[in-house]
């Protein structure tokens, strides 16, 4: 039961560089999700998917992409990676369940430096 | 969606109990209650919800008051490995905007042996 995997785990990148996160979830999840999160912030969430070709903002999606061509994947780019960007990044999946459906499950993270 | 207030930060003696308070006076009739905990280093992970009625799982209990203004997380044994950063949150169902999902600092509950 793989769940959900994050990779790379770890990431150190320049200034101005594209960087990629990679999500994968194994349950066919319907929800996707990218967080990020710096210390005084809490997780904030990036963008969101609810299934494959759609996605949509959420709290802070700047200097963000995102595309979800396949319901298990749900990559993450960062177009041209700034300082700011520095953070541990999280993805979670989640399916709807009836009356409620905030259940979600999160990947173990990708610690993200830009140099 | 309505806001939630937890304390920052709780003790709790390895085997006893731990009672995990949240407040989220504002909340609306159609809100969940949710719960979620992080572990050092690790994702989040979701330990319970509910609507109305207590609600008990393998990991904890969540006791909401009847005016559902507050819920209380217990942990009935609490071990080291409960030490955690804990989130109350509160959302309608899934479908809805997403846009403002807010987990706030949580309690950071620390288990002393």
Known sequence: DAGI??????KITET????TLMCHQTWSHSYMFWYRQDLGHGLRLIYYSA???ITDKGEVPDGYVVSRSKTENFP???ESATRSQTSVYFCASSEPRGHSSYEQYFGPGTRLTVT | DAKTTQPPSMDCAEGRAANLP??????SGNEYVYWYRQIHS???QYIIHGLKNNETNEMASLIITEDRKSSTLILPHA???????YYCIVRVALGTSYDKVIFGPGTSLSVIP
Do not use: W
């Open chain 1, 16 to 19: 101005g560089r594209q960087v």
């Open chain 2, 42 to 44: 690790q994702g989040p």
């Open chain 2, 22 to 27: 949240c407040n989220h006076s504002t909340i």
């Open chain 1, 76 to 78: 993450l780019t960062l």
């Open chain 1, 51 to 53: 299934a494959a070709d």
């Open chain 1, 5 to 10: 995997t994050q990779s790379p785990r770890y």
């Open chain 2, 79 to 85: 071990t080291l490995r409960d030490t955690a950063v």
